[in-house]
Each structure stands twice: as C-alpha cells, then as structure tokens.
C-alpha cells in the first residue's frame, strides 16, 4: 500500500510498453458465487492519475479477456465448526491469532492488472487460504475504485471486490477476514460500497482498547470481518483508525538486507501487528517474492520479529502469497 509518487517516471515508462486492458462486465450474485458477465464495460476508463489530475485512459486493466459468464463456486471449509482452519483458533482472541495477508491484493496479473502485486484475484487468495487483504481505494468518475495510485496501471469497481468478499464469507461463514484500506476517498463512499455489495451486515466494530473477541464469538455472531482505514476513520464505527488500532514496521525495502521489524508507523502499544515482508525495487515482482518468501529467511524473520518486538505478528503481509511459504509459517505461528 505504499505511495507510487516517487516511482512515477519508472512507473510510465513501464506503462507504455504495455497494451490495453481488457474490461469487465458488473458482477452479479447468484446466491453465495459472484457471476462475472462477459463483454465489455463502458464504466470507468481510467481515475484521474495522481499527479495532475488529467484523464489517463490508455490502459484500464480490471480483468483478462472473459470467455463468457464464470461462476465462482462456494467452497465448504473441510471442518465446519473450525475457525480459520483450525478449532483451537475459535477459542482465541482475534488480536492472539495470525493472518495470512496480501499487499495491495486488489492488483493481481490473472485480472490484467499491469505491474501486479499478486497473482490471483481477491475471491481467489480468499480460497487459498489468505484472510488479510491490503486494498488501495481512489476516487472514479462512477464511485470508488480499487486501484494503486495510478488507475491506469489496473481498477475494479470497489463495489465490485467487496461483493467477492462479501461471497466468500456467506460461503465461509466461521472465517475471519481483515481488510485494511489505504484510501483516499471519503468515508462515506466507502460505507456506501459496503451497503451496496451487502458486505456491511458482516462488519465487526471494536471498542478502542476493549477486549477483543474471540473468532468464535465473532463466528456466532456473523460479525467476521475487521475493517482498518488509514484515513477519515470512525464513521461508521466499524471503519477503524488503523494508527491506533495497529502498528506497523517499515515498508519500503528494496533487498532483504533492508528489513526491519522496529515500530515505524501507528500506535506500538496497540496490539495488532501489521508485518510487512516485501521488496519493491521499484515495483513488486515474482522474482523479488521469490528472494524472500521463502523458508528459512521468512520463518525466522517472522519468528525474530516477534522476539525481537515482543509482539505476535497478527497481519503478515506479502506479495505474491502463491510464491513461498505465508500460509505454512502462519499456520506454524497459529499452533503455538
């Protein structure tokens, strides 16, 4: 979620060489599944870029070429009274428990997003096993778009993404999913994305300082989705400040040798943990995932993050998840 402002001569450049996007039809709901109708879509063609404001509407990358309608099946969990993949996780508190976490997981290559941070789209790191999803959120000229500081690079609707969320936890009704928003459009257009794409009934609000609840009495409830915001914060309730409900170590890495796990930004005293482990030099790619999510560098870097802090790191965020061992050294953290 980091800002692209200093990378943007890099990042037009790359721009240019490459071809038009494909577009994509509204997603439909066809009970718990999202229907993605084929033909083009005359909505968006680009969000103004960000640094002046003029139309950038050479590349609207939102999604491959569609053969037709896809229905996104509902998956059932292999134990339905787990939690998060596990039973012993439904009696632990949200902040005590680990997630798997993609950054900027709306920019992925299956959908034709141009310089991707993931491979797969957000209902598929969903089925795989991710339950943090870092989403960048700007302003389109028909409501709020999923995009990273320059639209032109790839977009969704918000809307959109939140109904493929929304999908999976209909589907997957005892997992807890985090969404933390790097925004940049008022909190009222996101509430209003939410009403839309019926996600706001799952939403949990968390009282600052309170005790958390545990995954299960969250799962009881229908109350499975955290929601962080980096700006304009507390209206709704649910939209949390996530520099006081959270803390994160420093970003911007370019080698491994520049990882950090010291407290850089937020509050270090709250109890959430958002670990950043990725390399943008100067943007992501398969072959820097490839450097560092793999074990043994990213065990013992989550682990010695956690020695070293004291904390658990409850977001571990990277990119390309598919690349490497996230969802393993999660699962090994969740069972201590």
Known sequence: MRSVSRLFPSLLAALAACSDGARSGEPRDVGGSVVHDGGADPSDASAPNAFDGS?????????????????????????????????????RT????????????????????????????????????????????????RGPLLCHGLCAAGQKPLVDGLREIRAFLECRPRDVVTIVFESSVPASDVARAFGESGLDRFVHTQALGAPWPTLGAMASAGRTLVVFTDADPGTPAWYHDAWRYTWQN???????????????????????????????????????????????????????????TGARPVLVTVDFYDIGDVLEVVEELNQE
Do not use: K
Not at 265 to 283: C, E, K, Q
């Open 55 to 91: 139309r950038v509407g050479a590349l609207d990358a939102t999604s491959v070429e569609d053969a037709g309608p896809s229905v996104i099946p509902c998956v059932a969990p292999a134990d339905e009274e787990a939690c998060n993949g596990s039973r012993a996780l439904c009696d």
């Open 94 to 141: 949200y902040d005590a428990v680990s997630y798997a976490t993609t950054h900027n997981a709306m920019s992925n290559a299956d959908e034709g997003w141009s310089l991707p941070n993931q491979q797969h789209g957000i209902r598929r790191q969903l089925d795989d096993g991710i339950r943090g999803l870092m989403l960048d959120v700007h302003e389109g000229r």
């Open 250 to 308: 420093p970003y911007a890495a370019e080698t491994a040798d520049d990882f950090d796990c010291r407290p850089d930004r937020g509050d270090s005293d709250a109890g959430i943990f958002v670990m950043n482990h990725f390399l943008t030099a100067p943007f992501a790619s398969r072959e820097l995932a490839e450097q560092v999510n793999h074990n043994p560098l990213l065990r013992d870097r989550v682990f010695g993050c956690r020695d070293e």
